[in-house]
């Protein structure tokens, strides 16, 4: 086994035809704004219970009544717990035994569907990985694999979450009887458990990260994917060992590169750089590795063109692309519209009672603005958005809905509370004729994805036809990025500045 085969073939599918392999992984950054629907539901459904019983007009009053400014609890102790006493009754009002329990419900059912889809989407990686490298259409090959392997990596994600559970357990219990030493003995004595607990935790992890690849390359079942993926390892230990240095390695210097960039406010771009490369790029390793130790490794050529000249056509393809969709969706975009319109406007009504309780202010918000920082978190955050709205929307369209529905509620609110309503309206001027339009695309593109997503079950939509829609998915995404960078260059370098001379 040549190791610089598995890393030439990962390349080569990354550049080739990258549209066939990352939507899946988009589709699994898109999964948290999928599972949000569900606690969206429930605090309507708290709104609505608290609206019925007559709580919610009590809490109201409260809120007008009370200062919301906090006393400095340092400089005076007492008028902080007078405050904090005064919020005891929003508190009874809120807190009930039907509040209570919507909120068990909701985490119980939240993290169910989590897990769920993590499993269908990442039978849907893998497979798509395996595809490609052996130059088939990815998106055909991840979209019978989500629907063939899901239940098997289930139960992997099962099976290592009881293997944790017990060698946790057996670390504590072991630490806990050696700890009965007395004096220093005892540190000593635990600290031979945790080193075993640490080695115990790190196999599994090892042997799992390999064995979903065993499941879709070997088309084997959770136990037999554990044995398959501990011969692989007994017989191919440098391949084994590369990919581990190469994934703990990346690990550790994406986790550095994203630190410093925190200290910046860049928080966003690790997410997107993680779905968009460092994901992928790791699966189609492993999972070259693995089959390359099989003899099945057929990866496409790598492509002939430079890396510039690809990133150029891909600019075009995703304009191009954006443009057709634009033109092709009238109604669908015209709907759109009026949702957000709408939802600014309920936004707006709703925090009345609540205006002279609450403030916001658009200048609080840009103290410590640097630009250059500023400008690539709000490209990053707002391309995150919309990539996850618009592939959310294949549940049926309802996650897009409901992204575009809490975020005009979300500015119909900082509208009515900002205390410079003309300072607020002259910082979004500028960028959001790009910003906006390009949000309201993405949830267009949402709704299209969930209309095809529902003619699925009844047959109406082919494999083929769903593999043309994601990717042409990705490719209108392009598109949106395209304007939500230069949004994201406009609202850093101008929209906080430009109106200071005139108002």
């Known amino acids: 086994m040549d190791l610089s085969d ?44 608290l609206g019925s019983t007559g709580r919610l007009a009590t809490i109201q009053d409260e809120l007008v009544a009370l200062d919301l400014e906090p006393p400095d609890p340092n400089a005076d102790p007492e008028a902080f717990d007078a405050w904090a006493a005064d919020l005891e009754p929003i508190g009874e009002q809120l807190f009930t ?23 269908i989407v990442g039978a849907a990686q893998l497979s798509a990985c395996y595809g490609r490298l052996r130059d088939q259409r990815g998106l055909i090959a991840g979209l019978g694999g989500g629907r063939r392997y899901w239940l098997r990596f289930l139960g992997l994600y099962l099976l ?14 072991l630490g806990g009887v050696a700890g009965t030493a007395i004096g220093p003995a005892a540190v000593l004595a635990v600290l031979p458990a945790l080193l075993i607990g640490f080695l115990a935790i790190a196999a599994i992890r090892a042997v799992f990260a390999f064995a979903p690849v065993a499941v879709v390359v070997d088309d084997v079942g959770v136990f037999g994917s554990v044995v398959r993926t501990l011969g692989f390892i007994r017989h191919h230990p440098i391949a084994a060992g590369f ?14 590169v994203t630190g410093v960039l ?21 699966d189609l390793l492993k999972t070259g590795l ?16 430079s890396f510039r000249s690809q990133v150029a056509d891909g600019v075009r393809t995703g304009w191009a692309e954006m443009g057709s969709f634009v033109r092709s969706t009238p109604l669908t975009h015209a709907f759109v519209i009026v949702l957000a319109v709408a939802s600014f406007w309920i936004g707006w009504e709703a925090t009345a009672p609540f205006a002279d309780a609450f403030e916001t202010s658009i200048n609080a918000r840009l103290e410590g603005h640097i630009p250059p920082a500023a400008a690539l978190e709000f490209f990053a955050n707002n391309w995150l958005v919309a990539i996850t709205t618009a592939y959310a929307g ?34 979004v001027a500028p960028h959001g004729v ?7 695309i993405a949830t267009a593109l949402g709704l299209s994805l969930g209309a095809i997503a529902a003619r699925a079950p009844l047959g109406q939509t082919s494999r083929q036809e769903f593999a043309d829609a994601l990717e042409r998915a990705f490719w209108v995404l392009v598109g949106v990025g395209l304007l939500l960078a230069i949004a994201g260059i406009v609202e850093g370098f101008v929209s906080p500045y430009y109106y200071q001379f005139f108002l």
């Open 394 to 427: 294949f549940a049926l369209a309802i996650p897009a809905l409901a992204s575009l529905v809490f975020n005009g509620v979300v500015m119909g609110v900082y509208a009515r509370t900002e205390v410079e309503p003309t300072e607020l309206a002259a910082f």
């Open 160 to 173: 290592e979450l009881v293997l944790w559970i017990v060698v946790v357990g057996a670390t504590v219990l």
């Open 290 to 305: 693995y089959t390359d130790g099989r003899g099945r490794l057929e990866p496409p050529t790598a492509p002939e063109r």
């Open 6 to 49: 598995s890393v030439t073939a990962a390349v080569s599918v990354l550049r080739r035809r990258p549209a066939d392999l990352l939507p899946f992984y988009l589709l699994g950054a898109a999964i948290p704004a999928i599972v949000r629907v569900i606690p969206f539901l429930a605090l309507l459904v708290g709104y609505v219970h």
């Open 243 to 256: 990919y581990y240095a190469v994934s703990v390695g990346s690990l550790i210097a994406f986790s550095t």
């Open 97 to 119: 035994p039907t509040i209570g329990a919507l909120v068990a419900v909701t985490i119980l059912v939240s993290v169910l569907v989590l897990v769920l889809l993590y499993a």
């Open 434 to 440: 790009f910003e906006i339009p390009a949000l309201l």
């Open 262 to 282: 925190a200290f910046v406010d860049v928080v966003s771009l690790g997410a997107l750089v993680t779905a968009l490369l460092v994901v992928p790029f790791l």
